[in-house]
Each structure stands twice: as C-alpha cells, then as structure tokens.
C-alpha cells in the first residue's frame, strides 16, 4: 500500500495535524465505546499451533563496539533466533537488530568451508586466486614453514600481523603474545580506522582514554554530537530503550551533518558543516559562559559573583575560582571571548538564533545534560581539539560523572600468565623492529593509536619489510580510506595467511585461508564490556553444531600453529600455551578445541570459582551455573568519582587548559629536539603557543579545491553493518531502507535537490563520485535530508568479494554499489593517530556516469 | 477476545529489529518477484525542506481487519472444503486473527490485487525498496521452490565456500535456520502456490508468548493483546490515547492502531 499524504501527517509530526484526522479519529472512538463489533465474518478455529521447542542458550554479540550479552535459540543443534541476555543490566534482554543478524551469518552459504591455497601467483584486484580446497594440517604446516623461514634468517620481524575484530581478553593469546615470542614489533590494531579520535576528548580532558558510559535513565538533555546510538557506536539496544523518554521529559539534541536516526527523532537537528563541529561547540560555551549559565558546584564561579565574561574581553585569571575544574579562564581568554554565535554561524552554518537556543536549553538542564560526542565529531585532520572542545561542554555543564561517566570497572577475571621467559634473544630484538609504523615520528604523534591505515604506505615505502603477513577478521582494503594503496601493498607481499569467515576482498590477496568460526554462534570466549552503569564479562560457548571447518582464530588457530611451531623447532608458543592451565583439573590443554573451552574457564573462573565474593551480581555457584546464566556484571558505577581532585590529568581537575597534553606534547617535541609549535605545523595543525592546550576550533582541512572537488563528502555507518561483515545477508539488502534515505538491494549517494536541479540530476541517475584518492560510481538519491554543497553515503556497501549477495558479480570481482574508502583520502588526526574519515576532508565531484 | 496491536511511532525508532525477528521466527523466503514475502515491512517517508526536514517511519503488518476484504474476495476451494463447510483460505479465528488455511488456497492471488487486501499489491516496484510501499500478503508462485536460496548448488569458490543446498542439508533442514514451530492449519514454512502474510504469530500467541516482533523491540513500541480485556495495556492506550489507523477510508476497521509521533519536531 501507499500511505495518503493524511496519515503521514498523522504519523511524523505537526500536533495541528491530529486535527485532520479528528473525523477518522472519531469514529475509531465511538466504536470502541460501542463494545465488541459484530463481525460480519463468522469466525473459524485454527487447529492448535504451538512454538518451536529449543533452548536459550547464552552468548555475546561482536555486531559493533559494544558486545552485547545475548541469547540464542537453539533447536537441535541449530541456531535459530537471538535476544539480549536476559539478565543483563546494560540492554534490559534485548538486542539491536544487527544481533538478530547472527543466524544468517552464521549459515552464510558464502562462508569459507575448508582451508584453501592459493594457486595462481598474481595478485591484484579482480584477479582470481585461484584457491584450491587443502587440509588444516597442510595449511598450518605451510604457514608455519615460513614463520620458521623468518625466525632461521634471523628476521622474525618480517612477520607482520594485523588484527581485525577481535576478543578482548583472547586477543592477548595472538595480538599480545605471538609477536612478542616470536619476535616482531610489527602488529598492529583495526582501532585506528574505528574511533580513536572521540577518546581524545576525555583524555585530555578528563585523563580517561576510552568510550565514555551514560546514565540515559536520569539524563534529561540529551545532545547526540557526530554519533547515532540509535544505530551505532555504543549501547545501541539501551538507548533506544530509553530514548522515547528523553524526547518525553526533556529535550534532544542532534549535531550531525546528515538527517541520522537521532536528528529525525530529536527536538533540534544542527546539520553542521561537516568538520566546523569545533566552531559550534566554541559558540556554545560562548553562550553559556557569557550569559552566565555553567555549572556552579563543578566549575565554580568569579570571586565575586559578577559574571565578566564578556565577549571580546578577556578576564584576569585570578577573578575566578574553580572548583573541579582547571584553566577556565585561560579557555576563555585563549579561544572562547570570540566565539560568539555570529561566528559559530557564519563557520558551522547552524543560525546564532538556534545556537543560543540550544545552549540555553542545555544549561537549563545542568548537569542532567548528557553530551555524549562520537567518532563524526573527531576523525579528521586536525579532529584532537573538536573531540576535546566538543567534550568539554560536559565540564561547563558539571555533567561529568553525573550522567556522563567513565563507566563502571568489570567483574576481576584471570590474567594469562606471564611470558617472559619465553621470549628469546631473537624475539626480543625482533620486537624493537616498527618499521611498517609511523607512530611517534615527528609528524605523527600518535598518542592515543599507532595508524594502521599507514601500513600499506610503508610497505609500499620499503617492499622487503614484509615477507609474511597474518592477519584476523580484518579487510583492510575495503574498512581503510584510500583502499587502493591496500590492494596494492597486499599484491607485494610475498606471503599472507588470512584467517577469517568469507572470502573478502582483503582474501583475495591471500595465499593460504583459513576459515574462521563466527564467534557468537561457534567460538568460545569471556567478552568484557560496559553499559549503562555496569561492566560484565559475558561468555560465547558453541552450543550449535559448527556446520564448517572454520577454526577460532585467537584461540584453535593459534594452539595449532604453536604446536606446528614446535615441532619444526620453535617450541617457545606452545610450550606458553601450555602454562595456562584449567582451573579445576590443573591441566593443560591435549588439543585446540580443549583449549578454546579450558581458555575461558580460565578467564572466567574468578566469577564462578567461589574463592571470592565480587561485587555485583549475586555470587555463581560454579561452572555450570556461569554457563547458564552467560554473564556476571560488576557494581554500579559510582557517582561523582572523579570529583575531589581525583582526574587522572596533570592538575587532578578537569582541564579546560590540558596541562595534561601539554605534557604530552612537550614530550614528543623534546624527543624531537624542537617545540611544539613546530610539531602541530609538520603534523597539519593551525594552533600555536598555548592554544594548543585548550580545546579549540580548526578549520576544516580539506583535500581537494572548491572549484574542482565542490561538494564536501559525508561518510557514515549503516545501522545494520556487524562492522564491515554483513553485506552479505539477503535480509541486510532487503532492510537497507532503514538507513534514513537509503535504498534497500542498492548503494545511494544522497545530494540536496536544490544541487540536484543545479547539476540537472535526477534519483535513479548513475553519478561518479570523484575526488583526489579515486573515484566510485553508483546510484543518486536526491533527498533534503542533506545541506546543499554536501553529499551523503553510508559505508557498508560497494564490496567486489565476499560473497556473491555482498557483490555484484563475485567471480568477475563487481562491486555492489561502492566503497566510499576508495575515494576517502589517506589522511590522519595525528595528535591521535587515528585515521580521517569525518569532518569533511574529502572533496569530491559528481558528474553522470 | 478481539487481538490487536498499537505501534507507539513516539518509541519506535525505525530500527528493523522487528522485520528481522519475523522473519527469524516465521522463515519467510527472499524476495523475489514484486514479492517482498516481509510479513513485518515499514513505511518510511522523508519531508519538508533542508534543515527542516522530517523523517519517519511506519512498522506495517497485516492490519488483522475486522472487515477484511481478502476474505470476501477468497474463492478459496469449496471442492476442496466439502459441502456446506467454510471453503475461503483466508479466515477470522475466533481471537480476532485473520488466518490463511494453506490447504484451501488455489495461489489465484485474488486477495492482492485491486478488491483485495487495500494494503497489498500484486506486484511490487522499485518504490517498495525505499519505504514508499509495501505487500502484507505475498504469493509463492506455482510450481516455485519456495526457498530457492537453500537450494541453490553453485558456490562462490567452488569446493572452498560453500553453497545454499550444502548447508541446508549439513545441518539437515529445508534452511539452515528453520525455526520449527508446529503448525496446524500453517506451516513454517510454505509450499509453492499459495499466499502468505502475518499470522500474528498465532502460533504463540495462542501459547502465551508474544508476537516475535513484539518480543524483541527494545523500545517496546509494539504492544500486543487483547482489547476486549479491560485492564490489558492495549485497551488501556486504545482507551485514553489518540489513535489512528491505516486507510480508515477503505472501512477495513484494522485491529493494529498507531499512536504518538515519530518526529517530535513541528
Ligand atoms: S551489534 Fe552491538 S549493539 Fe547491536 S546487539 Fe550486537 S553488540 Fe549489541
Ligand atoms: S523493533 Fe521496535 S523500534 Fe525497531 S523498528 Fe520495530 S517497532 Fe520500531
Ligand atoms: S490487512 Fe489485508 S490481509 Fe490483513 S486482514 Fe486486512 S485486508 Fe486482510
Ligand atoms: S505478529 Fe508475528 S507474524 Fe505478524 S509481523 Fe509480528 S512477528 Fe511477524
């Protein structure tokens, strides 16, 4: 059916438009007062039905970030549906719709089934592998000959391993273990293209480096700032819980330069300019300082009691008196005094009038403001101090450790133990060896994330570096901006074993595949996490039958590697492997399955070994008991806990001057033998002297002129992305229409109308997207829920492997839709180090295909 | 007892989880054909100019009408049926669900066309892809696999991925996911020439579950039961709340209201 233009009135908005549907209204009234309505159809009994018989059996979801405690159904070995864990704290037993996705990938017929070898010697992409199916004692075997080949010349530290998604706790068995004891320091995190940035919001702030926890319960303002919980970065399921009653009892806030999820059901939408997010923030607290409406009891207040700031004037330093916080004034006479709303207009595009509004109606709500800053307000060149002065409106407001937390600390589980003493002399000097990275050189300083989007362009640099490349559910060529410097670094090296669950196109370049278990269905682990007040620890444990031969890569694959080591003579991982015994019977593990499941009783048992009472859940009576329940969450959060001079910055306060980066920062020059000013110009920086310590406006750095790249590009994720792994779900392309403005079974990129008219376009026109790194070409939508001189895409689509839902054409390596990482240039936050794909660095064409 | 649904738009935040669990719950196939075989789809509209812009979106199902014209146009199979016994496919229960009897369908399609269901369509166009419409009834085709996906030989790498008809008969059901409820008139899943739509999951609800989509919300802005019970949550809301419902002009009198506003912006 088509909705009438009546009922859609009824249904988005306008109060005044109940008024046209009063008839309707009415009549849907009076025959309820009328009592049951006589059916003109006589009514028939069904024959009984009754639910499928099964089991809830406890897991944990990897969709996004936030690692949900879930449930699956199991019937008979099979795994069939998918709920929040019902005793969970932070998604109240439900899950986001990504989590309901777990079966369909789970059975995924494009899965992996057996090891394979690469047979055809070329590599690049479009290029056909060739793969041939092997064993896992022949797969293992060769790529353990050449780790073996690395460590016999002496050169372990051509190992280079890359992880993608990944345990938290497991990963110290891979990421944290093998490149130490085998001797490389050449691994790197997928964290660095996520959302390193955001952290360093709170971290120079706030000395917290890490995703930040929100009380959505008491929080009656809420202000969503370059993130969309209600389809991605952190506690999904629990915000939108809570969110209806937010709208209800106070106000909503969304800064984002598309019409996201949160902007369509907020109050105020500030569509930004994308990466002026600093200008705005500026404005902001221009506003609430100006017109005297911070947070007494967190910040303080002048000596007096007269407010003086004053815009344009700047205030003696000693007429305030702060109470948890440091460098207010200094804020203000450095940056804020000429952050007027007329300023914040003119660069951000959001009007003084509503800038003013919407600070007012944050300091109406004080500290029960919530400013909960995400990735799209932070991952550009230049994104440190738009993280920070985004992040520091919470300070003004005294919401820190109100309704903006650090977030609860979890449930104590078991450390692995140590290895040092397995670690030779070979490995050690094999692990001082960075060559593929950047990280800490002068221009790069890195202090939060080394930059594996920079990895290709060292290689590329130095095409000896690498001779054996390992890598885990990771596809860098298609999740890193400028993919096509993957494809070409991945075409030079000699040797790469990937391990993961379809043939992706990071795959494509492998020479031996490993097939991965999906973890939430087929893998065993402890997953730690936190939300809404409380962290836990929830556990995945393979209750299906595994229908592949896929292999858990931190913990089966890595068992079985270690033994292959050792018996070609490098027994130093298996004979580490062997240190972490089980709990309760005191053994090690006989083969990698065991040690997959011994692995998380280890980890676990501090919750369920009855040796100690952890606070939190009520106490678990034994294994069995954990494996049943899935989950054990820590205590409550505790309110205020920073407060009182216990911030882990410099001053102990929360700093509105950062002596904390100024530290930071002072150290890299020193190492440098130079200053910082100097640093922040080589590294892309506009700031000098002290500015460089208070949160800030940059403007926008952009590649690409107005005059050959006008439209500014705007890249974001769907809502039903498990990272960059579900494309290849029917059910993903059937409901992409959930994005707002996007097309099920398609790719759009979304332009304003009025550009649309301009350019003559039309929706359904085939466009390329062109800018400095490359150019893509796919479908137009035009759509007002974009600023003209901006376009919209959604990441997630545009693969030319995976799968053949996922691509057009798999066997002839054509995409569906594209790859916004194809024209999104190579570019970073390198106070942080994290890789640039917000705030409009990307200047891009659009001309008919 | 009268079953109906109210869908708080104010709660629902257009997530999908809902028309995910259905089809979970209900194994409903691929589409294929102008046919969506989404038993849980959604209306989504976008309006107004830059920056005043508005979005929403509309959770849709079968309506559960109490005046539903996909049973008066239901030849159904009076042969079939034998003399003198209820001879339509589609049927009332007794609680208020518009049911479809499998075994009295002829697949005409009659209830998806012009004087049929006013909230399907024979065929879909390229419109139902972005949320301007959609088909609360879909139809299995004559002489049609009915899940083609699961039957499927080819493999992407041969001998290296897998395929459709290997995992299917790896884990021994006709898909890999079936959830197997019982069925009496239904079945979970559906053969080759007849319709299929929401069943309300009758299934469950007639066993004290909710309905899967309702389940799974995490906004909880479905609510489900039964509206002639006078302290149930729905005939509470239907009681003091303004309600509306799709295409009243059409006198369907549907069983599944809409309450509140997806967009708190005028
Ligand atoms: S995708 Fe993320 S938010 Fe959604 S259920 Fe999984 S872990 Fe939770
Ligand atoms: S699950 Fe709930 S919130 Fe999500 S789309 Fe369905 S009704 Fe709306
Ligand atoms: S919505 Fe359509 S299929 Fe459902 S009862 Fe009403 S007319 Fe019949
Ligand atoms: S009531 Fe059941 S069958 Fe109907 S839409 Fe909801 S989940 Fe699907």
Redesign the pocket.
């Known amino acids: 059916m088509r909705l009438t233009r009546r009922e859609f009135i009824r249904a988005s908005a306008a109060s005044a438009a109940w008024m046209l549907g009063g008839s309707a209204l009415a009549a849907a009234q009076a025959k309820r007062k009328a009592g049951p309505v006589k059916n003109a159809f006589v009514p028939r009994k069904a024959r009984p039905s009754t639910p499928a018989k099964g089991e809830w059996v406890a897991s944990t979801c990897q969709g996004c970030t936030q690692w949900c405690a879930i449930q699956m159904f199991v019937q008979g070995g099979r795994i069939t549906r998918v709920r929040g864990n019902e005793f969970s704290k932070s998604n109240h037993g439900y899950c986001c719709p990504r989590g309901h996705l777990i079966p369909q990938m789970t059975y995924d017929p494009d899965r992996i089934k057996v090891p394979m070898k690469r047979t055809n010697a070329a590599k690049g992409r479009g290029i056909d592998p060739k793969f041939v199916p092997i064993s896992w004692d022949e797969a293992i075997t060769i790529v353990a000959d050449k780790m073996i080949q690395l460590r016999t010349a002496g050169e372990p530290e051509k190992l280079l391993y890359l992880r993608g998604r990944y345990g938290p706790i497991t990963q110290d068995l891979l990421y944290g273990t093998l490149p130490k004891i085998f001797g490389t320091g050449n691994y790197f995190s997928h964290s660095a293209i996520c959302a390193e940035a955001e952290k360093m919001g709170p971290r120079f702030t706030q000395g917290y480096a890490g995703y930040r926890d929100y009380d959505l319960e008491k929080t009656n303002c809420l202000v969503l700032w370059g993130t969309d919980p209600l389809a991605s970065n952190r506690q999904v399921p629990n915000t939108i819980h809570r969110f209806h009653e937010i709208v209800a009892r106070g106000a909503v806030i969304t800064v984002d330069p598309r019409l996201s999820n949160a902007a369509a059901k907020s109050h105020e939408w500030l569509p930004v300019k994308p990466g002026t997010d600093g200008a705005l923030a500026g404005a902001i607290a221009h506003v609430i300082l100006a017109e005297g409406l911070w947070n007494r009891e967190f910040v303080g207040d002048f000596k007096d009691g007269k407010n003086l700031f004053v815009a344009g004037s700047t205030v003696a330093e000693d007429a305030f008196v702060e109470k948890e916080t440091s460098g207010l004034v200094k804020w203000w006479n450095l940056e804020l005094k000429d952050r007027t709303p007329a300023f914040g207009e003119k660069e951000s595009g959001i009007p003084a009038d509503q800038i003013v509004r919407v600070a007012r109606t944050m300091a109406k709500h004080g500290p029960t403001t919530a400013v909960w800053m995400g990735p799209g307000a932070a991952m550009w060149p230049r994104g440190t101090y738009a993280a920070m002065a985004v992040y520091a409106l919470n300070g003004l407001l005294g919401s820190i450790d109100v309704v903006v937390w650090e977030g609860a600390s979890g449930p104590k589980l078991n450390k692995f133990p140590s290895k040092d003493s397995f670690i030779d002399e070979l490995a050690k000097k094999g692990s001082k060896n960075h060559v593929t990275s950047n990280r800490g050189h002068k221009d790069m300083p890195g202090l939060q994330t080394s930059s594996v989007n920079n990895v290709p362009n060292e290689i590329l640099k130095n095409p000896g570096a690498v001779k054996v490349l390992l890598s885990t559910f990771s596809n860098f060529n298609h999740s890193g901006t400028g993919a096509d410097r993957w494809n070409q670094a991945l075409s030079k090296i000699p040797f790469f074993a990937h391990m993961v669950t379809n043939p992706s196109e990071m795959t494509q370049f492998a020479d031996i595949v490993l097939p991965s278990t999906h973890n939430s269905s087929e893998g065993w682990n402890i997953v730690t996490n936190m939300s809404n007040g409380y962290a836990y620890a929830s556990i995945q444990q393979n209750p299906i039958k595994r229908v592949f031969e896929g292999k858990q890569e931190e913990t089966e694959v890595m068992w079985l590697l270690a033994q292959k080591l050792k018996a070609k003579g490098f027994p130093n991982l298996a004979d580490y492997y062997d240190t972490i015994k089980d709990p309760e019977t005191g053994k090690s593990a006989s083969n990698e399955l065991e040690f997959a499941e011994l692995v998380v009783r280890f980890i676990s048992a501090p919750i369920w070994d009855g040796k100690e009472v952890q606070k939190g859940d009520a106490p678990i009576k034994g294994w069995a008991e954990f494996k049943a329940r899935g989950m054990f969450s820590g205590a409550r959060y505790p309110l205020k806990k920073g407060w009182g001079g216990k911030f882990k910055t410099e001053t102990k306060k929360f700093e509105f001057y950062s002596a904390t980066l100024k530290k930071a920062l002072d150290g890299h020059a020193k190492k440098h033998e130079t200053t910082v000013d100097d640093i922040l110009a080589v590294s892309g920086y506009t700031a000098k002297g002290d500015l460089a310590f208070v949160p800030h406006y940059e403007v926008p750095k952009r590649h690409g002129s107005m005059e050959e790249f006008p439209f500014t590009f705007i890249d974001y994720k769907s809502r039903l992305n498990r990272e960059g792994r579900s494309q290849n779900l029917p059910w993903y392309q059937e409901f992409k229409k959930v994005d707002p403005g996007d097309v099920s079974w398609g790719d759009v990129v979304k332009m304003n109308p009025a550009d649309g008219a301009k350019l003559g376009l039309k929706t359904g026109d085939k466009v390329t997207i062109t800018s400095q790194a490359g150019s893509i070409t796919t479908e137009l939508k035009l759509w007002e829920g974009v600023r003209p001189g901006t376009v919209a895409k959604c990441y997630g689509q545009g693969h030319w492997a995976y799968g053949r839902v996922a691509s057009r054409d798999y066997a002839k390596a054509v995409a569906l839709g594209a790859n916004n990482n194809e024209i999104l240039v190579d570019d970073y936050d390198r106070l942080s180090g994290a890789t640039a794909r917000n705030g409009g660095f990307t200047g891009v064409r659009i001309t008919k295909a | 007892m009268k079953l109906g649904m109210v869908i708080d738009l104010g709660r629902c935040v257009g997530c999908g989880a809902c028309a995910f ?2 089809k979970a ?2 194994n409903t196939r691929n589409r294929a054909d102008g046919q969506s075989y989404n ?2 789809d959604f209306l989504i509209h976008s309006e107004g100019t830059f920056p005043n812009t508005r979005h929403m979106v509309m959770p849709v ?2 309506n559960h009408c109490d005046e539903p014209p996909c049973i008066t146009i239901c030849p159904g199979n009076p042969e079939k049926a034998g003399k003198g016994k209820p001879y339509r496919a589609l049927f009332k229960t007794p609680e208020g669900i518009t049911l479809h009897n499998p075994e009295l369908c002829v697949g005409c399609g009659d209830c998806q066309r012009a004087r049929g269901c006013p909230y399907s369509h024979e065929k879909l166009g390229p419109s139902s892809l972005n949320g301007e419409t959609y088909s609360v009834i879909s139809l299995n085709p004559a002489e049609d696999e009915a899940q083609p996906f699961w039957v499927d030989k080819a493999s992407a790498i041969p001998g290296g991925t897998s395929s459709g008809a290997e995992v299917s008969a790896k884990v021994g059901t006709r898909i890999p996911a079936m959830n197997a409820w019982q069925g009496g008139e239904l079945q979970p899943i559906r053969s080759d020439d007849v319709i299929e739509k ?4 009758y299934h469950r609800v007639t066993n004290g579950l909710q ?3 309702v389940e799974v919300c995490p906004s909880q802005a479905r609510i489900f039961g039964d509206q002639q019970d006078p302290n149930s949550k729905i005939s509470q809301i239907l009681k003091k709340e303004k309600t509306f419902r799709l295409k009243e002009e059409k006198g369907t009198k549907p069983n599944v209201y809409y309450v509140g506003k997806y967009s708190p912006r005028a």
Do not use: G, Q, R
Request: glycine share 0%; proline share 7%.
């Open positions: 669990a259905c719950e209900n038993w849980a199902l079968c929401c069943t309300f999951c309905p899967a989509c």
